[in-house]
């Protein structure tokens, strides 16, 4: 049986904008003169609110700017996070007032210069103090409870009197998981899996315990769709797992807040608690019944089974990351006999050794199965995460059933792999058209429902014909049995038809 997979469609995202302040300033205030002299003579004030590690702060605010003559200016988000630009400005003397849940209000005078054509404040948000009734451990789990409790039996403490701005929060962490998409189309870790069986009594039997070179290809189809491929030692065999038992599709299970796919929940915001000491968003989500289940599918004897879950999530109030998710199932699936099932992550973020960016990914994850009287306790551990990127001195590794290319030059190389069938065969000819990026590799998997929808077994040739120099591509094939690959360089790519 093989875990979840994910699916998702990338749509546009409205930003969800707030109009910060009521009133726009007058030609009257400030310095005195004409309307057009004092229109000549304004400035913009942009407001930054930061963190106190300088990072930006990404969450739900209210900043106002007053003058001393008590007017209040109209400002506008940037689509930069945690900026606020206040537009037509006079020369004066102004009182900048920030607010946010769970943060400490910040209060500070600033002073517009004539001549000055942007000012720009920055402004650190602390969090509150997290008050001792918030504190307050929820109901203990039994002791001899081999699984924690349920996710409804147990709810986690709020702070008290914090209104949720659930429509903020929901477009917030949604921008968060489009990045999560757009950004991250390969990665590289190394993921270690402890493996226990559970007895009758509760109790975790010694380990088997498995260490992976873990890569991670995040693909978008011509249907938009997003689609993960994970491979474990360059395989995608399910039988590396103990037990035969393989557990996929983790790093998706936050993207249940992805644009795409977050109106498939019935969500309830519980208010304002705290993840491993950061103030967080917590929100419980519920599978609806009358939209499409696609975040989490077991796979048994070649059938699909869609699994409607339930669950809680702890969403950074600075930053819309997700923090932690948990999930259990809605009901048993006597289908497949799996009548327990809970799934714990732990995200954060990661800083790529190979790049200058930094993504929010799993960390930890546990699982617990209860299929066929049979108790099982899984936990993942990844580490010593890379961007999947190759330098051009490099050998690539290509996984298993694919085609690979890595591009040795400065630009960009545009291209086409046409792969053919085998004479006699049903199957047509597959193309598909991509671009390599300067410096890295691109790999299209093989088979049905893949990039190249053909069988290994009736591949016979495959030609990448990309408008580079001779010596711009280097390339690689995984299959099962030999075929040729060649390269046509110089190809005018834009005139080949599919």
């Not at 005078?109 to 451990?137: D, S, Y």
């Not at 409790?149 to 962490?173: F, H, S, T, W, Y």
Request: hydrophobic share 40%; charged share 20%; with cysteine.
């Amino acid at each position: 049986m093989r875990g979840a997979r994910a699916l998702v469609r990338l749509t546009l995202l409205l930003l969800f904008t707030t109009s910060v302040g009521v009133a726009a300033p007058q030609a009257s205030q400030g310095t005195s003169g004409s309307g057009a002299s004092a229109q000549a003579s304004s400035a913009a004030l942009k407001v930054c609110l930061r963190m106190q590690d300088d990072s930006p702060f990404a969450g739900v605010a209210n900043v106002r700017v007053v003058s001393r003559e008590g007017h209040e200016a109209t400002g506008a988000p940037t689509e930069s996070d945690g900026e606020t630009i206040f537009s037509g400005i006079p020369p004066g003397t102004y009182t900048v007032e920030t607010s946010a849940p769970g943060f400490l209000g910040v209060r500070q005078e600033t002073q517009i210069e004539p001549g000055n054509r942007l000012h720009t404040l920055f402004l650190v948000m602390k969090p509150k103090p997290w008050p001792a009734t918030a504190t307050k451990p929820a109901a203990p789990a039994s002791p001899t409870s081999w699984i924690p409790p349920g996710i409804d039996d147990v709810v986690p403490n709020v702070e008290e009197g914090v209104e949720c701005p659930l429509p903020q929060v929901v477009n917030g962490v949604g921008r968060r998981m489009q990045e999560f998409v757009e950004n991250l189309q390969k990665f590289d870790a190394t993921e270690h899996v402890e493996h226990f069986t559970v007895n009758a009594a509760g109790l975790r039997v010694k380990p088997e315990v498995r260490t992976f070179d873990y890569m991670v290809i995040v693909k978008l189809s011509e249907g938009q769709v997003a689609e993960l491929d994970e491979y474990r030692n360059s395989s995608l065999d399910p039988k590396l797992f103990p037990a035969k038992f393989a557990t996929t599709g983790l790093p998706t299970m936050a993207l249940a807040f992805h644009p795409a796919m977050v109106s498939e929940f019935n969500l309830v915001c519980e208010g304002l608690g705290q993840w491993d000491g950061h103030l967080a968003w917590q929100v419980h989500f519920v599978q609806r019944p009358d939209r499409p289940n696609r975040l989490r599918t077991y796979l048994s004897q070649n059938t699909y089974y869609p699994i409607p879950l339930k669950g809680r999530a702890w969403i950074d109030a600075a930053t819309f990351q997700i923090r932690h998710f948990d999930s259990e199932l809605i009901h048993p699936m006597p289908e497949i006999w799996l009548t327990q099932e809970r799934i714990a992550i732990d995200y954060g973020p990661v800083k790529f050794r190979t790049h200058t960016q930094q993504l929010w990914l799993p960390l930890v994850a546990e699982l617990y199965w209860e299929r066929a009287e049979r108790r099982m306790y899984r936990r993942h551990t990844y580490s010593d995460f890379k961007l999947f990127e190759v330098a051009s001195s490099q050998q690539i590794q290509a996984p298993e059933a694919s085609y690979c290319f890595m591009n040795t030059s400065d630009h960009d190389v545009a291209g086409i792999l046409v792969v053919s069938p085998i004479s006699g065969s049903t199957a047509k000819a597959a193309s598909v058209r991509f671009t390599v990026p300067p410096g890295e590799s691109v790999c299209k998997s093989v088979g049905l429902g893949k990039d190249v929808g053909i069988s290994v077994d009736e591949i016979a040739s495959a030609t990448f014909m990309f408008d580079g120099p001779p010596g711009s591509i280097e390339s690689n094939a995984s299959l099962a049995k030999e075929s040729a690959l060649d390269l046509v360089p110089d190809t005018d790519v834009t005139a080949i038809k599919p």
